[in-house]
C-alpha cells in the first residue's frame, strides 16, 4: 500500500501511513503482546484491541513548532521534520489533525510572514516564535489557540486574534492567548500569558459530563477514543455502588467524575496543581458532590480504605515507593491503564507477585498513525 500522506517519511508525527488500519492494529497487538509475554505475564482473557471510532481528524490538541522549511528558507509553522530541530513540515496534506487547525495554521503563517516575524533559535538565539498550540473540543467546536513566543517579543497583536476570529472554520473560535515562555527546553510552558480574544479556557463535552480545558490542562487528545477507554475501564471495575475509588494520576478527574455516578466516594489523586483546580471546577461544574481530589505525588499518598482503585500512570509506569503503596492498600479490584506496554509489563510482574492476577486485557487505540497504545487491565487480589 502506498502512503496515502504525501509528507510521510519526511514529517515527524506518524509511525503508520503505508499500512492499512487493520494491519496497524495487528502490529499493536503483537507488540504489546510480546512484551507482555516476554516479562512473563499471561493467563488473562484478552478482549482484542478497539480502533479508534475517527482515524481521520482525531487530534484535539496540537503543539505545533516555528522553523523553516528547509535552512535558511522562509518562515514555517507545523510539525517538525523527523530528526530535524528547526525543519519543518506545514502539514497541509496531514490527515490526523482537524480540517480548522489546517485554516489556522495557513493564516498564522501569511501574518508573520508578512509582519516579518522570525522564528526562535535556541543556539544562535534570534527570532521570537517559538509555538502555535491548538486546541479544539470535538463535541462543543470551541476552538482555542494559544501563541507561544519568546519574553522579547514586543509586537501588537490585536489584528493577529482578530484575523483568527475572521477565519470562516466549521468550529468556533472561543480563545485566543499569547504566552510567553523564556525557558530553553523546548517545551510549552507559561511565564506569563495573555488573553487576546474571547476567554482563556474552552468546553469539552463527553456523554453528559461537561468539561472545562484551560490552556496547560491534560485532557486525552483523542476524545470520540477516550470515551471507548473511560467505558472499558468503568465495565472493568464492575459493580461500585456504594463503593470508595481511588483514581490515582486522575489528571483533570476527568474518569473520577465518570466513576461518580456509580460510586460513593471518588478520591482522585494529581500532581499538578493546575489539573487540581481543574477537576475540582469540573466536578462543581457537573453538579458531582462525591467526588474529591488531593494534590500530590501518588507515592507519598495514604492509599489503604479504598475498595478500588483506578490508576492511569504517565509512560514511566510505577516509581518503586508508589508501587509499595498501591500494594499495601490491598484494594481487591485494580484497573491499570497504561499508555507504555513497556512499563506496564513491568508493573504487572510486580503486582502479580505481590497475590493479584491480571484477569482481562483490552487494548484502545488512541493514537492511529503513531505506534502508540493503550491498555486497560483488570487485577484481582487473591
Ligand atoms: C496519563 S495522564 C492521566 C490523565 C487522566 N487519567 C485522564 O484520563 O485525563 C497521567 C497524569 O499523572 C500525573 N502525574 C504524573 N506523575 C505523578 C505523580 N507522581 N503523582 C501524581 N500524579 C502524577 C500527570 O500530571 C498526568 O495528569
Known sequence: ??????DFGICGGCTHQDISYEDELSLKEQAAFGLLTEAGVYGFLYLGIAGSPVTVGYKN??????GDGVKGGPLEVGIRKKGRYYEIVTPINCNIIDEDYKKILLFTLSFFRETGGSFYHKAAKTGTLRHLVVRKGVFTGEIMVNLVTTPSFAADLRAFAGGLAGLELDGGLSSVLHTTNASVADVVKSDMTALLYGRDFIYERLNRLRFKITPFS?????????????????????DITGAKVLDLYCGTGTISLFLSERARLVTGVEIV?????????NAAL?????CEFICGDVSDMPTDGADAII?????????PKAMAGLIKAAAGTIVYISCNPKTLARDLTELTQAGYVAEKLKLVDMFPRTAHVEAVVLLRRL
Open 273 to 281: 496543581p493546575e489539573a487540581v483546580a481543574a477537576a475540582r471546577e
Open 218 to 238: 491534560f485532557f486525552q487528545t483523542n476524545s470520540q477514543a477516550a470515551l471507548v477507554l473511560y467505558e472499558t475501564a468503568l465495565e472493568f471495575l464492575g
Open 61 to 66: 490538541k496540537m503543539e505545533f513548532a516555528f
Open 311 to 319: 490508576l492511569d500512570p504517565p509512560r514511566e509506569g510505577l516509581r
Open 1 to 6: 500500500m502506498t502512503s496515502i500522506c504525501p
Open 286 to 290: 457537573n453538579n458531582i458532590e462525591n
